[in-house]
């Protein structure tokens, strides 16, 4: 398959990158930077800072939404905003698939529709707005596709 230009996905998220290094690496898979040396890392290290800020930018906006709730009612359902299930289905949405850069070996086993892959490529491209456009990028994509509407606001 061949990959879509990337372009395409900065039209869907609404934002334009300055640096657009970043939304390569975001969707590099560690297959195909081993099969391409050179050619761009792989996203793994945006995937663990993409955690960090996607769990932090959750945290801020249920507090904000329900200062009633206690900490066990926060961490439930920040724990159901970032779960695997729900940011593959946000991942889905977005078709991340379909620009993901893969090795020969994973694109063979179906990669493109993997759910972990677009889980990790989702955390990746969180920490890519992040790098490239500060904490109001990444808030903005989170605000958009990840939170509910109601959370949204």
């Known amino acids: 398959m061949t990959e879509n230009p990337v372009h395409l996905l900065e039209d869907l998220i609404g934002y334009r990158f300055q640096n657009p290094q970043l939304l390569l690496e975001a969707l590099t898979h560690s297959s195909y930077a081993r099969e391409t040396p050179g050619s761009c890392r792989d996203n793994e290290q945006l995937e663990f800072l993409g955690d960090a800020v996607l769990n932090f930018l959750v945290s801020v906006a249920l507090v904000n939404a329900f200062p009633e709730w206690e900490e066990g009612q926060l961490t439930r359902a920040r724990a159901r ?60 994509f989170v605000a958009s596709f990840i939170l509910p509407a109601d959370l949204a606001a």
């Not at 940011?87 to 179906?110: H, I, S």
């Open 81 to 140: 905003l970032v779960a695997a299930a729900h940011l593959g289905r946000v991942g889905a949405r977005l078709e991340l698939g379909t620009y993901l850069r893969l090795g020969r070996g994973e694109e063979k086993t179906g990669g493109r529709n993997k759910s972990a892959l677009f889980v990790n490529a989702l955390e990746a491209l969180v920490a890519a707005l992040f790098r490239d456009g500060g904490l109001e990028a990444a808030r903005g």
